[in-house]
């Protein structure tokens, strides 16, 4: 009963995300916007200058394949297992890579609408998840890109995560396609994902001890998570283990 409620009140808070009630909000930019998101039609969102950065960070994510609530009861399934780093769960659902430039847009536009609003629980918890997405679609685009037979589009296999994490730990300079034509390290787009969550989750009002907290700061926080040896900043061994280890297993 607890979960369920924690998902209910965690879907109640995306449905403010994606809809806003409050005309005069940025959510309400485009009165379109909660039509084309609740219609998969996510790249009139992503088209649209106008639409509100939280509307356009939904978009995103739902092209990657990870919409918000998905997502959340991925996770929630994740909170009824001992392990709560494993983002298996998250793996297993279909992952578009062409989709990360656009999530990087996403948290840039949230990171702008933060700088204005640095305690607004819509806006944080948006950025956490947005970047949990980024993570996983970055993973998915590098073995896409470069693993014979990695095919993101019915999730990433214990096996795929298995090839996947000996080629980063074999390639640790390898760079995604962050948009227009620029490229970034793998390392720095999960590094930076890590560090919004960091940032973010706090501010995200789900509460210190809830389930969801939980695996999302078990997920990217300390030993065995993406940043798997739990100090310093997250490199590429750190993401190789976590692949092989957490995502392979």
């Not at 219609?39 to 918000?68: E, R, W």
């Not at 096996?159 to 793998?186: Q, R």
């Not at 990217?220 to 490199?235: E, F, H, K, R």
């Amino acid at each position: 009963m607890k979960k369920q409620i924690l998902v209910l009140c965690v879907l109640a808070l995306l449905f403010a995300v994606g809809c806003g009630e409050d005309k005069g909000s940025a959510g309400a930019k485009n009165l379109d916007s909660s039509n084309n998101l609740d219609s998969g039609n996510y790249m009139a969102v992503l088209n649209d200058p106008n639409a509100a950065a939280t509307d356009y960070a939904t978009a995103a994510m739902g092209l990657a394949g990870l919409d918000p609530i998905d997502l959340v009861k991925a996770m929630n399934d994740i909170s009824t297992t001992a392990t709560k780093n494993d983002l298996n769960q998250v793996a297993a659902l279909p992952i578009n890579p062409d989709a990360l430039p656009y999530l990087q847009l996403a948290k840039a536009k949230l990171g702008a609408e933060l700088a204005l609003n640095p305690i607004d629980p819509n806006l944080n918890f948006q950025m956490t998840l947005t970047s949990i997405t980024s993570t996983m679609t970055s993973l998915a685009q590098v073995g896409k890109n470069n693993v014979s037979g990695f095919d993101p589009s019915n999730g990433i296999s214990t096996t795929e995560a298995n090839a996947l994490g000996t080629y980063i730990a074999n390639n640790p300079s390898v760079t995604v396609n962050t948009g227009a034509g620029i490229t970034d390290t793998l390392v720095n787009v999960v590094s930076g994902d890590v560090t919004n969550v960091d940032n973010t989750l706090p501010n995200a009002n789900l509460g210190a001890g809830s389930d969801l907290n939980t695996v999302l700061t078990q997920a990217t926080q300390g030993p065995q998570s993406l940043n798997y040896d739990g100090t310093g900043s997250v490199t590429s061994t750190d993401i190789s283990n976590y692949v092989k280890n957490v995502l392979g297993q």
